[in-house]
């Protein structure tokens, strides 16, 4: 691959304001591990190899089993995830793949498991990762 654009090079206050984003989310009430799962279900919807590795490592360092890491693609016929947990995912589905909207369904549920606050955070850490695995794959981070 021909070398691309560096952003933080170019554009560093436009870098700096997504780790702006990015140091908000480290700072919310979210747990972990839905902030890992939020990342990793994102990444693995956008084909971000390069944050699907980050944060694949990320979780195990905060202590998600293999097994939970290995399923998440596959989380609705898996067993071994919380209500909250799936509701995650549902929301980051839609959310990243938002050209289908996010369904009444899916919010409800998700409101009705998490206070306005912890659900705001949950929406912008989902916001955020998708930011990232975009400024990953155009610019073309790669795995090392």
Not at 43 to 59: K, P, V
Not at 75 to 85: K, S
Not at 121 to 141: D, K, M, Q, V, Y
Request: charged fraction near 25%; aromatic fraction near 10%; charge should be negative.
């Amino acid at each position: 691959m021909k070398t691309r654009v560096v952003i933080p090079t170019v554009a560093p206050e436009a870098y700096q304001a997504l780790m702006n984003l990015e140091k908000y989310i480290s700072t919310t009430s979210l747990t972990s591990t839905h902030k890992e799962l939020i990342k990793i279900r994102a990444s693995q919807i956008n084909g971000c190899a390069f944050c699907i590795n980050l944060h694949t490592a990320d979780a195990r360092k905060y202590g998600e089993t293999e097994q939970r890491i290995y399923l998440i693609s596959a989380w609705r016929e898996a067993d071994i995830y919380t209500e909250e947990e799936k509701a995650i995912f549902a929301l980051t589905e839609e959310v990243t793949l938002i050209n289908n909207h996010v369904s009444e369904e899916v919010y409800q549920n998700a409101a009705r498991l998490f206070d306005e606050k912890y659900l705001a955070e949950i929406i912008l850490a989902i916001i955020t990762i998708n930011s990232w695995n975009r400024f990953a794959i155009t610019t073309g981070l790669r795995v090392a």
